[in-house]
């Protein structure tokens, strides 16, 4: 799976980059992009709702590029913030929610109990993919992994509306975009999971007896100078009371033999 995001990326650097380039030089900014994406998918989601679901198809095609371009153009451009990211998530939620809406209109209108069902389903498992990632990004961890993301439902939901003349195209797809980001969902939830389980205490031992030769060393020799060091203040106290000790002796001995002297010449 982290191949596959590999992959993604490599393919969406391709074909950004010749017109992140070109749109570096100019003064449009990467949230300007990103508005203008969502309001593609807005007026897709008209056409549907109007019939034209083939116009439509296309307009979900070029609008789901430019929401290839805008985080290329933030990168690039060095304007990427916490807000743009988040901004750009919030707005691939809406487009996604505005279109299987505009889908659902379509199939209300036909009284397709079967396109409703699906467009209903659609929406669920595509919001919950993205939530888990969330979720999981927020916890610290990076759910990249799962078989059917952003991309593939865009594409598939493209190839649906342009082919809806054949029969039940998009039903089709509708189907495969439910089952798919069921799927994917499951997939990102076990990844969760797994990293995020407790380790018994038996693997815990295996895993600090597999540390590299040269980190048990490091350790070895830290523990070996604590110890030196130890013995080290141990000897100095020691010596310290030894002396305090001598100190002590050798002014009594002197207070002693003051006062016998003292006696003496009284004596004499």
Not at 20 to 47: D, E, H, N, Q, Y
Not at 138 to 144: F, N, P, Q, V, Y
């Amino acid at each position: 799976m982290a191949k596959l995001s590999k992959v993604r990326k490599a393919l969406a650097y391709r074909f950004t980059e010749p017109v992140v380039r070109f749109l570096s030089r100019t003064p449009i900014t990467p949230s300007t992009i990103t508005w203008f994406g969502f309001l593609l998918t807005a007026g897709a989601a008209a056409l549907i709702i109007t019939e034209h679901l083939l116009v439509a198809g296309f307009v979900v095609l070029i609008a789901g590029y430019f929401d290839m371009l805008d985080g290329a153009l933030a990168r690039r451009t060095n304007q990427a913030t916490r807000f743009g990211a988040v901004l750009d998530s919030t707005l691939d939620r809406l487009s996604e929610a505005v279109l299987l809406l505009g889908i659902l209109v379509h199939y209300a209108g036909e009284q397709s109990i079967t396109g409703i069902l699906l467009v209903g389903a659609a929406l669920i498992g595509s919001l919950l993919v993205s939530y888990i990632r969330a979720r999981a990004e927020a916890l610290g961890l990076e759910c990249l992994v799962g078989l059917f993301t952003r991309t593939e439902r865009v594409i598939v939901l493209v190839l649906g509306l342009v082919l809806y003349q054949i029969d039940n195209a998009l039903i089709i797809a509708l189907a495969i975009i439910t089952a798919f980001s069921f799927f994917t969902a499951g997939q990102r939830l076990v990844y969760v999971w797994k990293q995020t389980k407790p380790t018994s205490h038996c693997e815990e031992r295996q895993r600090r007896s597999n540390l590299p030769k040269t980190r048990q060393k490091e350790a070895t020799t830290r523990l070996l100078r604590f110890a030196r060091n130890d013995r080290e203040n141990f000897i100095g106290s020691n010596l310290m009371c030894q002396c305090q000790v001598m100190r002590l002796c050798i002014y009594l001995a002197f207070y002693v033999i003051s006062k016998e002297m003292l006696i003496l010449d009284r004596r004499e």
